[in-house]
């Protein structure tokens, strides 16, 4: 584009006053092009003089080649049209050559967006949202929505968001699990990206209280189906990272990690013996704390797992149990130390459902809603919900679920 007329429009990113020549670079969505303005152009100068930091501007000139610029090549400008200038001093440094700590950040949480690394991520995100629903259309499934202000709660226990409805009170969804077992019975193959709230009073890196889960529903399959599912969709994103996402990539300096399928399988019973070999000692029944997966991820030397037929009282009562009547039809599947989505074969006789709320303390008439379609032909069916910000965490390197979360909602913040 040598010579080509253009215009161009982004935000001011940096300002330097050589004299003869003043060099300001535009940053838009796609990177940084540098604007040379010269002792002629006055009033250029002038305008040039006034724009602060963050600025928004439009520039009208021609393109010159050369090597020194970044990208290799500059605009030599004919006309700078100000939008809207910025105030000053800036909050924070989009530059980043003042670093911010993660408070600073998430209170000027726009400003941050503008951040290479922080539009790197997202931009991560995306490519791998598309990946995962490309591989789930091309498995035939159908993208659905499902209720977030419910009647019941879907897992039980106290994590809920009462809501004000019509003079009743309802809560916000932990999970689309109910609804999407329904719509499997109607379409088989079911999918749903959308948030979901747990009102959790977890405040660590990984957990926040509204989260996006992406939620897979299919008929006449059981769990290992779904497991097979679920290793092509994270295999895809993976693939799609590495081969469209590589600038990203470069700005992170992360490589996310090699996936070869089938994904190694560990039984629960299994990762006990593993970890009891080693010197740590987990009861029957009990979850795997963060230490005991990171310790077993060392120790099975993979980075990328399942682990497989939990015992039943750990799960939710939708799950099938296995025949022992101590293990259930489920897994989690764990990147190094974290769980990045968990799920199961469902239980789909009515009768079984019905003993299995009662034995949790739940009453039946409460999922009504719910078990009354169980009468109807429900199919064998199984799925899985994953966090998407706990996969982001995978594909980027990041370290904290709300650096890829826009505005991060959890126990201490509202706002932005």
């Keep these: 584009m040598n010579g080509a007329d253009v215009i161009i429009a982004g935000w001011v990113h940096a300002k330097r006053d050589l004299g003869g020549k003043k060099f300001l670079l535009v940053r838009d969505k796609d990177g940084i092009i540098q604007v040379v303005i010269s002792k002629e152009q006055k009033e250029l100068a002038e305008i040039f003089h006034k724009l602060t930091l963050e ?97 019941a709660a879907t897992e039980g226990g106290a994590s809920l968001f009462p809501v004000a409805y019509f003079g009743r009170e309802a809560y916000l969804a932990q999970s689309p699990q109910l609804y999407k077992e329904l719509l499997a019975g109607a379409f088989e193959r079911v999918f749903e990206i959308a948030p979901a709230w747990r009102a959790e009073e977890s405040d660590t890196p990984y957990h926040l209280s509204e989260f996006i889960s992406v939620d897979v529903e299919m008929a006449f399959a059981n769990y290992e189906g779904a497991m097979n599912v679920l290793e092509r969709v994270v295999a895809r994103a993976v693939k799609e990272v590495k081969e469209v996402a590589t600038k990203e990539l470069r700005v992170l300096s992360y490589e996310p990690p090699e996936l070869k399928l089938p994904i190694k399988r560990v039984t629960y019973m299994d990762a006990l013996r593993i970890l009891a070999e080693a010197g740590e000692k987990v009861d029957l029944g009990e979850d795997l704390s963060t230490p005991h997966l990171r310790k077993l991820s060392d120790l099975i030397e993979e980075d990328v797992y399942f682990i497989v037929d939990w015992p039943d009282k750990a799960r939710p009562f939708y799950t099938m149990p296995k025949n022992d009547g101590v293990f259930s039809e489920s897994f989690d599947f764990v990147w190094n130390y974290l769980e990045i989505a968990s799920g199961s ?72």
């Design 345 to 416: 074969t469902r239980v789909h006789k009515k009768d079984l459902l019905v003993k299995r709320l009662e034995e949790r303390g739940l009453n039946p008439e409460n999922f009504d809603f719910f078990l009354k379609w169980f009468d109807y032909g429900m199919p064998p069916h199984a799925g899985w919900g994953m966090g998407l910000a706990r996969l982001g965490l995978m594909l980027t390197g990041a370290k904290n679920v709300r650096e890829l979360t826009a505005f991060p909602r959890d126990k201490r913040r509202l706002v932005p």
């Design 55 to 151: 600025s928004t501007v439009s520039v009208v000139g021609k393109v010159r080649v050369d090597s020194r610029a970044p990208g290799g090549c500059e605009i030599v400008p004919t006309n700078i049209v100000v939008h809207s200038l910025a105030k000053t001093p800036l909050p924070l440094d989009v530059s980043g050559k003042v670093p911010a700590d993660i408070d600073t950040r998430f209170r000027e949480r726009i400003l941050d967006l503008r951040r290479d690394e922080s539009r790197a991520i997202f931009k991560i995100l995306s490519v791998a949202l598309r990946a995962i629903r490309e591989e789930l259309y091309s498995m035939g499934f159908i993208e659905v929505f499902t209720p977030k202000i419910v009647a």
